[in-house]
Structure formats: structure tokens, C-alpha cells
């Protein structure tokens, strides 16, 4: 019976002995949330790490976030990451163990990893190019929007038929000046008045009383250039 007790109380001793021997592990990811919020994520045997998100972290002062990350466990073996926002810049890191900063899928980490506790302090910052990212964003999908729509509306004016001009209002004029224009119009909407007078055989006194006519009721307009009368219709028409 005495050699019962004496092998149990041995088995306890090897069995307690094996579990310290084992010791705590932690391999685990601090993301961390533009609002200062971190998700812990991994896996770990300590009961002090809780996984899950908390506001608990971080802290800001202007500008500038602190991250303190601390487990005071004595780990046997222990790996950590911290994943930042897209657009931080880092200013101070300290991490008890050895440590790098690199870029993971565009976004700054920090890894750390080593044995004994586990103290991580960063000091970091939203860049304000990143901040304003999504205004200049949207700014520019406005923009687009707005070129776009000044581009139809051009194109649809384009595409529109153009009305023809009116050159005169027949009802409006005699036999004769119904003659002058159109001579005016097979031209092109100008002819001098030696072309309209050689065309029709008129009288140079006839012509110009008609042109006269014509003239006062806004159909035409006369340009002298030199010795040379061209008659052409007015804008209106």
C-alpha cells in the first residue's frame, strides 16, 4: 500500500512536470481598424489572450495613435503580427522581441517574435493623402459624369437636322423683285448688282428702285466694295 502511494505521488510529480515543460504559445494577428478598434486573431494556449475585437488598445492624441500591446505570461515560443491601415505611416515601434516592418497586400505590418512576455508600442499616423482619398474619388466621378453629359448633349445638338433658312418671303414681294432673288439665291445668297441686272435685262433705274424696295423691308443688304454694289440677304432671312 505504501508502494501504491509512493508511484502515484511520482506520477503526479512527472505529469505536473511535463505540463510546465510545455510552457505557453502564442501565434497571433493584431489587425488594426482606421477607428483605432484591433481584431486578435490566432491561435494561443494562454487563458490571459482573448481573441476578438477590442477598443482597448490603441489611444490618440492629435494625430498620432499609440498601439500597447502587452502579455505578461513567460512564453516559450511566440509570433506576432500588427496589419495597419492602408496609408499609415509609422513614426515609433517597439517590440520586445526581434522585430521587422514590411508591406503585406499593400498595408504596412510590423512582426515580432521570440520567447519570455510579450510587449509591443507603436506610434503611428493616418496619412491625410489617404484620408482624402474617397473625396477625391467622388470628385472625380463627377467630373466624368459632367464631361459625359456635356459630350451627349454636343453630340445631340450635332446630330439635330438643321432647319433651312428661309431667303425670302415671297408673299411680300412683287413679280419683279420675286426675280432678284432669286438670282440672289442661285449665287449663293449674294450677287452684285451688275450680275442680277445682266441676268434679269433690267433697266439700271428699275433695279435700284426695287433694291431700294427690298432693302427697307430688311430682305437685303448692299456692301459696296470699290466701284463694285453686292447685294446679299440679310442675317435674318
Do not use: H
Not at 478598434?37 to 490603441?58: D, F, H, P
Not at 445631340?156 to 439665291?185: G, N, S
Amino acid at each position: 500500500m505504501k508502494q501504491a502511494k509512493i508511484l502515484l505521488l511520482i506520477a503526479i510529480i512527472l505529469f505536473t512536470g511535463i505540463c510546465y515543460a510545455q510552457g505557453y504559445y502564442a501565434d497571433i494577428t493584431l489587425e488594426v481598424k482606421e477607428n483605432g478598434a484591433v481584431n486578435i486573431s490566432g491561435t494561443t494556449n494562454s487563458t490571459y489572450l482573448l481573441l476578438g475585437e477590442t477598443q482597448t488598445l490603441t489611444t490618440k492624441q492629435g494625430e498620432v495613435w499609440t498601439l500597447n500591446f502587452e502579455a505578461q505570461e513567460e512564453f516559450e515560443t511566440y509570433s506576432l503580427e500588427v496589419i495597419f491601415p492602408s496609408g499609415v505611416e509609422i513614426i515609433k515601434a517597439k517590440a520586445s522581441g526581434a522585430s521587422a516592418i514590411t508591406t503585406k497586400e499593400g498595408k504596412t505590418a510590423l512582426i515580432t517574435s521570440g520567447n519570455g512576455q510579450i510587449a509591443v508600442q507603436i506610434e503611428y499616423k493616418l496619412n491625410s493623402s489617404a484620408k482624402e482619398t474617397p473625396n477625391f474619388t467622388l470628385f472625380g466621378i463627377v467630373l466624368i459624369i459632367l464631361i459625359m453629359t456635356g459630350i451627349a448633349l454636343f453630340a445631340f445638338k450635332k446630330m439635330k437636322p438643321k432647319k433651312e433658312k428661309k431667303k425670302y418671303d415671297k408673299e411680300v414681294l412683287t413679280d419683279r423683285q420675286k426675280q432678284i432673288a432669286e438670282v440672289i439665291e442661285k449665287n449663293n445668297g449674294k450677287a452684285t448688282q451688275a450680275e442680277i441686272q445682266k441676268e434679269l435685262g433690267l433697266p439700271k433705274a428699275s433695279l435700284s428702285r426695287n433694291l431700294r424696295t427690298m432693302e427697307k423691308k430688311g430682305m437685303i443688304r448692299k456692301d459696296k466694295k470699290g466701284n463694285t454694289m453686292l447685294i446679299r440677304f440679310t442675317e435674318k432671312n
